[in-house]
């Protein structure tokens, strides 16, 4: 199983930016995709954006698209989310999590970090 360590997090005023980071272990790490969710108070967790192992993005979360980019460099066991124009209703813990398969379902999602606190201030 993959451990992850996502960091980056912050407070950050409206319109701003953030990069999150996830740090993967495990020699498998190039063979999965790799996704971000996110949760804010009170709500279920979302997908955010994914990255298949080649590269390849699973469409964005329309709350996001145009504004977050997720990249990935398998030399590093490293998945970023570039995050821009940052809204208020961005403010959520935001998770990495891997998985086998082209998806964007949560279900499909099998290993998680611990998340990081991404506030977003008017």
């Known amino acids: 199983q993959v451990q992850l360590v996502e960091s980056g997090g912050g407070l950050v005023q409206a319109g701003g930016s953030l990069r999150l980071s996830c740090a993967a272990s495990g020699r498998t790490f190039s063979r999965y995709t790799m996704g971000w969710f996110r949760q804010a108070p009170e709500k279920e967790r979302e997908f955010v954006a994914a990255?298949?192992?080649?590269?390849?993005?699973?469409p964005y979360a329309d709350s996001v698209k145009g504004r977050f980019t997720i990249s990935r460099d398998n030399a590093k066991n490293t998945v970023y989310l570039q995050m821009n124009s940052l809204k208020p209703e961005d403010t959520a813990v935001y998770y990495c999590?891997?998985?086998?398969?082209?998806?964007?379902?949560?279900?499909?999602?099998?290993?998680w970090g611990q998340g990081t606190q991404v506030t977003v201030s008017s």
């Open positions: 990255i298949t192992w080649a590269g390849v993005k699973i």
């Open positions: 999590a891997t998985s086998g398969t082209f998806s964007q379902a949560e279900a499909d999602f099998t290993s």
